[in-house]
C-alpha cells in the first residue's frame, strides 16, 4: 500500500511539474502580448471560413507556423519569417498545426492572393499542382447549367470544368478562401528603430560646431 501511495503522489508532482513547464509558465509569458504592428483583426467573412477551415481538417496537413532559418529551410521554400506570438494575437484557438502532409500556410494570403486560385484548387488541387494529394472538396461547390446573376463562378483550366456547364462557388467555399487570404504575416515581426528626431541632430550639430568654435 505505502508503494501505491509513493508511486501516485511521484505521478502527481510530475504532472504538476510537467503542466506547470508546458502550460503555466508559457501562458504567463504571452499573456500580455500585443498584436504585431501591421496584423488586422478578422472581418466576419474571415472568422466564417476559419471555422470551415478547422471542420474540414485543413490544420492536420498544415502547419501555420514557419519556423526561423536556423531550425528549418521554411523562409527557403517562400513560407515567409518566423512567426512571434504577437502574429496569433487574434487566434483563438490558435492553429499552429503539427504536420505538414502539404506546405505552411502562415503566409498563403502573401504568397497567392488570388480569389480564383484558390477556389479552383479546392474545387481540384490537381488542376494547379500536379501529382498533389491534397483531397478535393466539391461539396463546396455546385454545378450548373447556368450562372445566376450573384453567382461567382469558378474560372478552372481547360478540361476540369464539366462539359455544358459552369462550377459555382458556395459561401462556405467563399469564406474560406476569404480565411485563407487574411494569411499574411508578411509584415516585420519586430518595428523598424525610430530614426533620431530632426531638433536632436540639429542640437548635436551646433554643439559639435560650438565646441570646434572654441577649441580655436
Not at 504571452?30 to 466576419?44: I, M, N
Not at 450548373?144 to 481547360?158: I, Q
Request: aromatic share 8%; hydrophobic share 40%; charged share 20%.
Amino acid at each position: 500500500m505505502k508503494n501505491e501511495v509513493k508511486l501516485i503522489s511521484a505521478a502527481m508532482v510530475m504532472l504538476g511539474l510537467s503542466t506547470s513547464a508546458l502550460v503555466v509558465l508559457p501562458y504567463l509569458q504571452v499573456r500580455h502580448v500585443k498584436a504585431t504592428l501591421g496584423l488586422k483583426p478578422y472581418t466576419s467573412a474571415e472568422l466564417r471560413g476559419r471555422e470551415v477551415y478547422i471542420a474540414n481538417g485543413c490544420v492536420y496537413c498544415h502547419t501555420q507556423q514557419p519556423r526561423a532559418k536556423s531550425f528549418a529551410p521554411d523562409h527557403d521554400r517562400g513560407w515567409g519569417r518566423a512567426t512571434v506570438a504577437g502574429d496569433y494575437a487574434y487566434d483563438a484557438p490558435h492553429l499552429l498545426g503539427t504536420m505538414r502532409t502539404g506546405p505552411d500556410l502562415m503566409n498563403i494570403g502573401a504568397r497567392q492572393p488570388s480569389e480564383q486560385w484558390h477556389l479552383g484548387h479546392l474545387y481540384q488541387p490537381r488542376a494547379y499542382v500536379g501529382g498533389s494529394i491534397m483531397p478535393s472538396y466539391p461539396y463546396l461547390f455546385e454545378v450548373k447549367r447556368e450562372a445566376e446573376k450573384d453567382d461567382v463562378v469558378v474560372k478552372l483550366p481547360e478540361g476540369y470544368t464539366p462539359a455544358g456547364k459552369v462550377v459555382v462557388a458556395r459561401p462556405d467555399a467563399l469564406d474560406l478562401v476569404k480565411y485563407l487570404q487574411s494569411l499574411d504575416r508578411s509584415f516585420p515581426a519586430l518595428p523598424a528603430p525610430a530614426a533620431p528626431a530632426a531638433s536632436a541632430v540639429a542640437a548635436k550639430t551646433a554643439s559639435i560646431d560650438a565646441g570646434s568654435g572654441s577649441a580655436r
